[in-house]
Protein backbone atom coordinates (compact mmCIF):
# COMPACT_ATOMS: atom_id res chain seq x y z
CA UNK A 1 0.00 0.00 0.00
CA UNK A 2 2.69 2.32 0.88
CA UNK A 3 4.30 1.69 -2.74
CA UNK A 4 1.37 2.41 -4.04
CA UNK A 5 0.93 6.18 -2.24
CA UNK A 6 4.45 6.91 -3.37
CA UNK A 7 3.43 5.85 -6.98
CA UNK A 8 0.14 7.66 -6.90
CA UNK A 9 2.54 10.98 -5.91
CA UNK A 10 4.29 10.15 -8.76
CA UNK A 11 2.43 9.82 -11.30
CA UNK A 12 0.33 12.81 -10.34
CA UNK A 13 3.97 15.03 -10.60
CA UNK A 14 4.25 13.37 -13.96
CA UNK A 15 0.81 13.99 -15.30
CA UNK A 16 0.67 9.97 -16.07
CA UNK A 17 -2.33 10.05 -13.57
CA UNK A 18 -4.40 13.05 -14.60
CA UNK A 19 -4.70 11.04 -17.95
CA UNK A 20 -6.52 8.51 -16.09
CA UNK A 21 -8.50 9.97 -13.63
CA UNK A 22 -9.77 12.19 -16.72
CA UNK A 23 -11.05 9.78 -18.75
CA UNK A 24 -14.81 9.74 -18.66
CA UNK A 25 -17.18 6.94 -17.21
CA UNK A 26 -14.66 5.20 -15.98
CA UNK A 27 -15.17 2.80 -13.05
CA UNK A 28 -13.54 1.78 -10.07
CA UNK A 29 -12.78 -1.50 -11.14
CA UNK A 30 -11.41 -0.42 -14.25
CA UNK A 31 -9.42 2.40 -12.65
CA UNK A 32 -7.86 0.27 -10.11
CA UNK A 33 -6.67 -2.09 -12.78
CA UNK A 34 -5.15 0.80 -14.41
CA UNK A 35 -3.10 1.53 -11.43
CA UNK A 36 -2.21 -1.98 -11.01
CA UNK A 37 -0.73 -1.96 -14.53
CA UNK A 38 0.77 1.13 -14.84
CA UNK A 39 2.41 -0.04 -10.78
CA UNK A 40 3.16 -3.20 -12.93
CA UNK A 41 4.35 -1.36 -15.91
CA UNK A 42 6.24 1.55 -14.47
CA UNK A 43 7.33 0.87 -10.96
CA UNK A 44 11.37 0.54 -11.91
CA UNK A 45 11.37 3.48 -14.03
CA UNK A 46 9.41 5.57 -11.18
CA UNK A 47 10.97 4.90 -8.26
CA UNK A 48 14.62 4.99 -10.22
CA UNK A 49 12.75 9.00 -11.32
CA UNK A 50 11.84 9.73 -7.69
CA UNK A 51 15.53 8.56 -5.92
CA UNK A 52 17.07 10.31 -8.48
CA UNK A 53 15.13 13.29 -7.57
CA UNK A 54 15.76 12.80 -3.82
CA UNK A 55 19.92 12.23 -4.29
CA UNK A 56 19.59 15.07 -6.81
CA UNK A 57 18.32 17.31 -3.73
CA UNK A 58 20.16 15.86 -1.17
CA UNK A 59 23.25 16.60 -3.54
CA UNK A 60 22.15 20.23 -3.60
CA UNK A 61 21.77 20.63 0.38
CA UNK A 62 25.00 18.64 0.87
CA UNK A 63 27.21 21.17 -1.43
CA UNK A 64 25.44 24.03 -0.06
CA UNK A 65 26.54 23.44 3.60
CA UNK A 66 29.85 22.36 2.50
CA UNK A 67 29.98 25.56 0.64
CA UNK A 68 29.08 27.31 3.99
CA UNK A 69 31.30 25.39 6.05
CA UNK A 70 34.34 26.35 3.17
CA UNK A 71 33.66 30.16 2.97
CA UNK A 72 33.27 30.36 7.07
CA UNK A 73 36.57 28.67 7.46
CA UNK A 74 38.04 30.84 4.77
CA UNK A 75 37.04 33.58 6.60
CA UNK A 76 38.34 32.48 9.93
CA UNK A 77 41.52 31.93 8.15
CA UNK A 78 41.58 34.87 6.51
CA UNK A 79 40.94 37.03 10.05
CA UNK A 80 44.16 34.69 11.47
CA UNK A 81 46.58 36.05 8.56
CA UNK A 82 45.52 39.55 9.12
CA UNK A 83 46.30 39.55 13.00
CA UNK A 84 49.68 37.76 12.34
CA UNK A 85 50.54 40.44 9.81
CA UNK A 86 49.03 42.98 12.18
CA UNK A 87 51.66 41.59 14.94
CA UNK A 88 54.29 41.15 12.92
CA UNK A 89 53.82 45.07 12.14
CA UNK A 90 53.96 45.71 15.54
CA UNK A 91 56.99 43.26 16.58
CA UNK A 92 59.12 45.35 13.45
CA UNK A 93 57.93 48.38 14.81
CA UNK A 94 58.83 47.89 17.93
CA UNK A 95 62.71 46.86 16.62
CA UNK A 96 63.12 50.04 15.44
CA UNK A 97 62.51 51.86 17.91
CA UNK A 98 65.60 53.23 20.11
CA UNK A 99 66.02 52.84 23.53
CA UNK A 100 65.00 56.47 24.28
CA UNK A 101 61.79 55.96 22.36
CA UNK A 102 61.46 52.42 24.10
CA UNK A 103 62.08 54.14 27.80
CA UNK A 104 59.19 57.18 26.98
CA UNK A 105 57.05 54.09 26.03
CA UNK A 106 57.61 51.90 29.37
CA UNK A 107 56.21 55.09 30.98
CA UNK A 108 53.88 56.07 29.00
CA UNK A 109 52.37 52.25 29.68
CA UNK A 110 53.55 52.54 33.41
CA UNK A 111 50.93 55.63 33.84
CA UNK A 112 48.09 54.39 32.20
CA UNK A 113 47.78 51.53 34.92
CA UNK A 114 45.15 51.89 36.85
CA UNK A 115 46.40 52.09 40.47
CA UNK A 116 43.17 52.16 42.83
CA UNK A 117 42.09 48.49 42.42
CA UNK A 118 44.71 46.42 40.92
CA UNK A 119 47.83 48.02 42.80
CA UNK A 120 48.00 47.85 46.58
CA UNK A 121 47.07 51.10 48.11
CA UNK A 122 50.02 52.21 50.75
CA UNK A 123 49.01 55.35 52.06
CA UNK A 124 52.25 58.39 51.76
CA UNK A 125 53.30 59.07 54.66
CA UNK A 126 53.11 62.73 55.98
CA UNK A 127 55.74 64.05 58.23
CA UNK A 128 53.64 65.61 61.35
CA UNK A 129 53.94 69.45 61.90
CA UNK A 130 53.79 70.30 65.88
CA UNK A 131 52.95 74.08 66.44
CA UNK A 132 54.22 75.32 70.03
CA UNK A 133 51.56 77.53 70.95
CA UNK A 134 52.69 81.49 71.78
CA UNK A 135 53.32 82.40 74.94
CA UNK A 136 51.20 85.60 75.63
CA UNK A 137 52.20 87.32 78.17
CA UNK A 138 49.20 87.22 80.77
CA UNK A 139 47.26 90.87 81.51
CA UNK A 140 46.25 91.69 85.01
CA UNK A 141 43.76 94.63 86.11
CA UNK A 142 45.04 96.12 89.61
CA UNK A 143 43.19 95.36 92.40
CA UNK A 144 42.33 98.47 93.79
CA UNK A 145 44.06 99.25 97.17
CA UNK A 146 45.69 96.10 97.32
CA UNK A 147 47.71 96.99 99.90
CA UNK A 148 44.34 97.10 101.81
CA UNK A 149 43.04 93.46 100.43
CA UNK A 150 43.20 90.97 102.85
CA UNK A 151 45.22 88.61 101.16
CA UNK A 152 44.32 85.35 103.02
CA UNK A 153 40.71 85.66 102.45
CA UNK A 154 40.88 86.80 98.84
CA UNK A 155 42.86 84.27 97.81
CA UNK A 156 45.11 86.71 95.09
CA UNK A 157 45.61 90.34 94.17
CA UNK A 158 46.68 91.92 91.72
CA UNK A 159 49.39 94.96 91.22
CA UNK A 160 51.73 96.62 88.23
CA UNK A 161 50.39 93.99 86.53
CA UNK A 162 52.10 90.91 88.77
CA UNK A 163 49.73 88.51 90.36
CA UNK A 164 49.77 87.79 93.95
CA UNK A 165 49.27 84.51 95.52
CA UNK A 166 49.83 82.61 99.10
CA UNK A 167 51.28 79.26 100.20
CA UNK A 168 51.41 78.19 103.74
CA UNK A 169 54.24 76.60 105.55
CA UNK A 170 51.53 74.77 107.45
CA UNK A 171 50.89 72.93 104.33
CA UNK A 172 54.81 73.03 102.67
CA UNK A 173 57.05 73.69 106.15
CA UNK A 174 59.74 74.82 103.98
CA UNK A 175 62.41 72.36 105.51
CA UNK A 176 64.47 73.02 102.31
CA UNK A 177 65.16 76.44 102.09
CA UNK A 178 68.26 76.49 103.99
CA UNK A 179 68.99 80.09 103.59
CA UNK A 180 65.57 81.58 104.82
CA UNK A 181 65.94 78.95 107.54
CA UNK A 182 69.73 79.86 108.24
CA UNK A 183 68.58 84.17 108.04
CA UNK A 184 66.42 84.11 111.07
CA UNK A 185 63.19 82.98 109.53
CA UNK A 186 60.20 83.90 112.08
CA UNK A 187 56.48 85.15 111.33
CA UNK A 188 55.41 88.75 111.31
CA UNK A 189 52.17 90.53 112.56
CA UNK A 190 50.45 89.87 109.67
CA UNK A 191 51.05 85.96 109.42
CA UNK A 192 53.50 86.25 107.06
CA UNK A 193 57.33 84.78 106.64
CA UNK A 194 59.66 86.80 106.90
CA UNK A 195 63.71 86.69 107.44
CA UNK A 196 66.03 88.09 110.24
CA UNK A 197 66.08 91.51 107.58
CA UNK A 198 62.38 91.78 108.11
CA UNK A 199 61.80 90.39 103.86
CA UNK A 200 58.94 88.62 103.25
CA UNK A 201 59.75 85.01 101.91
CA UNK A 202 57.94 84.96 98.40
CA UNK A 203 58.55 82.04 95.51
CA UNK A 204 59.16 83.48 92.03
CA UNK A 205 60.31 81.26 88.39
CA UNK A 206 60.63 84.76 87.27
CA UNK A 207 63.19 86.03 89.50
CA UNK A 208 66.75 84.21 91.24
CA UNK A 209 67.09 83.13 94.84
CA UNK A 210 67.94 85.82 96.91
CA UNK A 211 66.56 88.98 94.50
CA UNK A 212 64.40 91.70 96.46
CA UNK A 213 61.17 92.23 95.18
CA UNK A 214 57.91 94.55 96.10
CA UNK A 215 54.78 93.50 97.30
CA UNK A 216 51.68 95.24 97.73
CA UNK A 217 52.39 94.45 101.33
CA UNK A 218 56.01 95.11 101.69
CA UNK A 219 59.28 94.06 100.15
CA UNK A 220 60.00 90.73 99.72
CA UNK A 221 63.57 88.53 99.01
CA UNK A 222 62.83 85.26 96.58
CA UNK A 223 63.74 82.38 98.42
CA UNK A 224 61.64 79.62 96.80
CA UNK A 225 60.54 79.11 92.73
CA UNK A 226 57.74 76.37 91.45
CA UNK A 227 55.49 78.93 90.58
CA UNK A 228 54.00 80.16 87.18
CA UNK A 229 55.49 83.52 85.30
CA UNK A 230 54.09 86.46 86.21
CA UNK A 231 52.67 85.23 89.56
CA UNK A 232 54.98 85.99 92.97
CA UNK A 233 53.57 83.59 96.09
CA UNK A 234 53.58 85.07 99.62
CA UNK A 235 54.26 82.38 101.75
CA UNK A 236 52.41 82.45 105.33
CA UNK A 237 51.47 80.97 108.40
CA UNK A 238 48.05 81.05 107.97
Known amino acids: MRKLCILVMLLVSTGLLGCVTDAPHQDTTSSVTDIESIEAAGTIEAQGSFIAMVKDKSDE??????????????????????????????????????EEELDELAVANKLEEPTYYEQEYVPEYVEPIYYEPEYVEPVYEDTPNASDVDLRSAGVVYEDGTKYTWYSENVLPGGGLTELNNNGRTVDDQGFVVDGDGYIAVASSD????TVVDTPYGQGKVYDSGCAS??????TSW
Open 207 to 210: YEIG
Open 61 to 98: ALKAKQESKLKEIEEKAKEKEQEEKAKEEAEEEVEELT
Open 230 to 235: GTIDIY
